[in-house]
T-cell receptor, first 113, second 113 residues
């Protein structure tokens, strides 16, 4: 039972364009959402997060949007750069104060020069 | 900077062997986690610990045990390794409280033959 789903296993984007990575979740109790980036042979690194009380959070080229009614979040990267090529995981905290995270399957983003 | 280190980057073991994976964090974090990452399945939580000698099962604890004798160290034990435990193993830590971000080690690629 996959509570956090990333339905696109891969995405290819031209350098300089916008990359949009999507994530859906099933549990309306999810309280906090995070995006991680993973390069091969390295552990995931935290990228950006959003609380369920907000609908947008921005950090430089990265913006996360949350649509609670649709149980959907997305990560926008503008402009996309070759160094953004990586696997991106979305994750959710199952309830307020929960320390464990539930992860999606990941989306492999490739930025083409 | 938080540093999470794992004892081995690559490990090859035989079926039936007892396997120890070690993880150390240097930021006095309360929580520590063990995940496995498999293609198409994302990161799945095996066990986590929210304090010394305290542990809680994650989503896939079968075939694994853990030990946390000191705050900075969290060990994952495969009592009798099997080929279906061939995977990438990732350790993470987090501060706890209202802080959800987890910091990951580089991972151990375990192959069981």
């Amino acid at each position: 039972d996959q509570q956090v789903k990333q339905n696109s296993p891969s995405l290819s984007v031209q350098e300089g364009r916008i990359s949009i990575l999507n994530c859906d979740y099933t549990n309306s109790m999810f309280d906090y959402f995070l995006w991680y980036k993973k390069y091969p042979a390295e552990g995931p690194t935290f990228l950006i997060s959003i609380s369920s009380i907000k609908d947008k959070n921005e950090d430089g080229r990265f913006t996360v949007f949350l649509n609670k009614s649709a149980k959907h979040l997305s990560l926008h990267i503008v402009p996309s750069q070759p160094g953004d090529s990586a696997v991106y995981f979305c994750a959710a905290s199952p309830y307020q104060g929960a320390q464990k995270l539930v992860f999606g399957q990941g989306t492999r983003l490739t930025i083409n020069p | 900077d938080v540093k999470v280190t794992q004892s081995s980057r690559y490990l090859v073991k035989r079926t039936g062997e007892k396997v120890f994976l070690e993880c150390v964090q240097d930021m006095d974090h309360e929580n520590m986690f063990w995940y496995r990452q498999d293609p198409g399945l994302g990161l799945r939580l095996i066990y986590f610990s929210y304090d010394v000698k305290m542990k809680e099962k994650g989503d896939i604890p079968e075939g694994y045990s853990v030990s946390r004798e000191k705050k900075e160290r969290f060990s994952l034990i495969l009592e009798s390794a099997s080929t279906n435990q061939t995977s990438m193993y990732l350790c993470a830590s987090s501060l706890g409280g209202p802080i959800y971000e987890q910091y990951f080690g580089p991972g151990t690629r375990l192959t069981v033959t």
